[in-house]
């Protein structure tokens, strides 16, 4: 019995390490501890409600993934345009999944499913990679001068933008401009040799 616990433990950790690992690597906004321990914690709970009530767990068990549900939520990141870390906060919800079967003992579901997210998250960075779709980011520039904010946007080769912040100083003569754009992420350095080349470019921030 303990050996069989013990087991279910080092097999989740190793699963949540690495990927965790993987997501640190990629600074993304949850890290390996996170995974590790929510899926830790969610094998223990399952390894209890078995032991408490092995006649009907479901309760136990829906609650814990009820509970997860609200960290994950704590995971997404909003911002003044966009709300971001919502394969963050899908990634903690399935990992508790993930915890809870192998608590249980359910080896063959927990493997695949650990298996589909694996496959989605090496799909995304080989898709990434190759610059395939399309990601949001902030550009905020500020420029030694006062500019036409045309010139502004022929640097984004015609992509679509959405303005969010535009602030004129005539006494210091500069403007100041934050931009929502779409773009792959192989333009992205595009863009930022193209800002600085302008002289008039003071400063600039992708975010």
């Known amino acids: ?32 501890g996170t995974f590790v321990f929510v899926s830790t914690g969610s094998c223990a709970l399952g390894i ?6 092995p006649a009907n767990p479901l309760p136990l068990l829906s609650a814990i993934v009820t509970g997860i549900g609200f960290l994950g939520a704590g995971a997404l990141i909003k911002s003044t345009d966009k709300i971001y870390g919502f394969t963050s906060a899908a990634s903690i919800w399935v990992f508790a999944i993930i915890g809870l ?77 934050t931009y929502i754009v779409s773009l792959p992420r192989k333009e992205i350095k595009e863009i930022s040799d193209k800002l600085i080349e302008k002289k008039w470019v003071n400063s600039f921030i992708i975010e």
């Not at 015609?158 to 210091?172: Q, V």
């Open 1 to 32: 019995m303990v050996s069989t616990i013990i087991f279910k433990f080092i097999i989740i950790f190793l699963m949540s390490f690495l990927f965790g690992i993987e997501r640190q690597v990629s600074k993304k906004p949850v890290g390996f």
């Open 48 to 53: 209890a409600a078995l032991e408490i009530a």
């Open 101 to 177: 079967l192998v608590g249980i003992g359910d080896y063959k579901t927990s493997l695949i499913t650990y298996t589909i997210v694996w496959t989605v998250i090496l799909t995304d960075k080989y898709l990434e990679s190759m610059g395939s779709g399309t990601y949001n980011k902030k550009i905020t520039i500020e420029t030694k001068k006062l500019v036409d904010k045309s010139e502004i946007v022929e640097i984004f080769n015609e992509r679509k933008l959405k303005l969010i912040y535009l602030s004129t100083n005539k006494k210091k003569k500069k403007t100041t401009v």
